[in-house]
């Protein structure tokens, strides 16, 4: 009855992310010790197929905060990194604008 019109923009998944430094170490840690996890080939089938779904900006973007917080060049661009990469503490918070 007003007339009122909105605009909603979805800036990304983690918009509110505070990060938890303690359990980034336990699982950094962790990951170092045990290893990335090992998927079956039904898996990476079913995860290349929703992966392609992800714009290409979401991807660089994706690479970028990784390769930002961590200090490590991502050259692969596979839906699951093949290593692990350092852990850094980030004073960075992303929080809704």
């Given at each position: 009855?007003?007339?009122?019109q909105?605009e909603?923009?979805f800036?990304?998944?983690?918009?509110?992310y505070?990060p938890?430094?303690?359990?980034?170490t336990?699982m950094?840690?962790?990951?170092?010790?045990?290893g990335?996890?090992?998927?079956?080939e039904?898996?990476?089938?079913?995860a290349a197929?929703i992966?392609e779904?992800i714009?290409?900006?979401?991807k660089?973007n994706?690479?970028?905060?990784?390769?930002k917080?961590s200090g490590?060049?991502?050259?692969?661009?596979?839906?699951?990194?093949?290593?692990?990469?350092p852990?850094?503490?980030t004073?960075?918070?992303?929080?809704?604008?």
């Amino acid at each position: 009855m007003t007339d009122t019109q909105m605009e909603i923009s979805f800036d990304k998944a983690c918009s509110n992310y505070i990060p938890n430094h303690e359990l980034g170490t336990v699982m950094h840690k962790n990951l170092e010790k045990f290893g990335l996890p090992v998927y079956e080939e039904v898996e990476h089938v079913f995860a290349a197929e929703i992966y392609e779904q992800i714009t290409k900006e979401d991807k660089e973007n994706t690479i970028n905060e990784i390769e930002k917080s961590s200090g490590v060049t991502v050259a692969e661009e596979v839906p699951f990194l093949t290593k692990v990469i350092p852990y850094q503490e980030t004073k960075e918070y992303y929080l809704v604008r």
